[in-house]
Antibody, heavy 119, light 107 residues
Framework: EVQLLESGGGLVQPGESLRLSCAAS????????MSWVRQAPGKGLEWVSV????????IYADSVKGRFTISRDNSINTLYLQINSLRAEDTAVYYC????????????WGQGTLVTVSS | EIVMTQSPATLSVSPGERATLFCRAS??????LAWYQQKPGQAPRLLIY???TRATGIPARFSGSLSGTEFTLTISSLQSEDFAVYYC?????????FGQGTKVEVK
């Protein structure tokens, strides 16, 4: 069974940094592209970033480019999202999602971790 | 960026009735369109990919189609567990983009 478990969220002040983690199990992690998708309170879904499986390419949404860094450690089946210079508009539940197919859609999602940016 | 537009924003349906949700892309996405269901406090769940292929374990009452440039998600006979928010998403281009969602509520 595919499992994705996010952690690392919390209450932070504007300008601070945070690193989110997504621990994966139940599948061959290193061959799958993995994404972060966020959802602000009461709002819709916004794709944030992807780290490719085979190609190892990182792509970012324009809204986070230069502040967010996605990475992965295939030896421990974990995806990361480093978030710097946090803003109030980054407040959201952050989900990690597995990419399936080519081009890929998101076939499995974690339960999410809440990031709240407030002074 | 491709803009996905869903309609209606809210759909009021009685249990057992049919629900039809629409999604349109601002430019061609071929058949690279997925539908997700999200219930309050839960993560999204993949329902449909490739515009019309049901994901593993998704009941047959959910179906997807493409007609011209408009995608449709149909729930043939709404069950109590189907009341939720539904999102379409294109995966033809980066960035991946979602529609704003359609809330299916009890009439």
């Amino acid at each position: 069974e595919v499992q994705l478990l996010e952690s690392g969220g919390g209450l932070v002040q504007p300008g601070e940094s945070l690193r989110l983690s997504c621990a994966a199990s139940g599948f061959t992690f290193n061959i799958y592209a993995m994404s972060w998708v966020r959802q602000a309170p009461g709002k819709g879904l916004e794709w944030v970033s992807v780290f490719g499986g085979v190609d190892g390419r990182a792509i970012y949404a324009d809204s986070v480019k230069g502040r967010f860094t996605i990475s992965r450690d295939n030896s421990i089946n974990t995806l990361y999202l480093q978030i710097n210079s946090l803003r109030a508009e980054d407040t959201a539940v952050y989900y990690c999602a597995r990419g399936a197919g080519s081009p890929h859609y998101f076939d499995s999602w974690g339960q999410g971790t809440l990031v709240t940016v407030s002074s | 960026e491709i803009v996905m537009t869903q309609s209606p924003a809210t759909l009021s349906v009685s249990p057992g009735e049919r629900a039809t949700l629409f999604c349109r892309a601002s430019q061609s996405v071929s058949s690279n369109l997925a539908w997700y269901q999200q219930k309050p406090g839960q993560a999204p769940r993949l329902l449909i990919y490739g515009a019309s292929t049901r994901a593993t374990g998704i009941p047959a009452r959910f179906s997807g189609s493409l007609s011209g440039t408009e995608f449709t998600l149909t729930i043939s006979s709404l069950q109590s567990e189907d009341f939720a928010v539904y999102y379409c998403q294109q995966y033809n281009n980066w960035p991946r983009t979602f529609g704003q969602g359609t809330k299916v509520e009890v009439k």
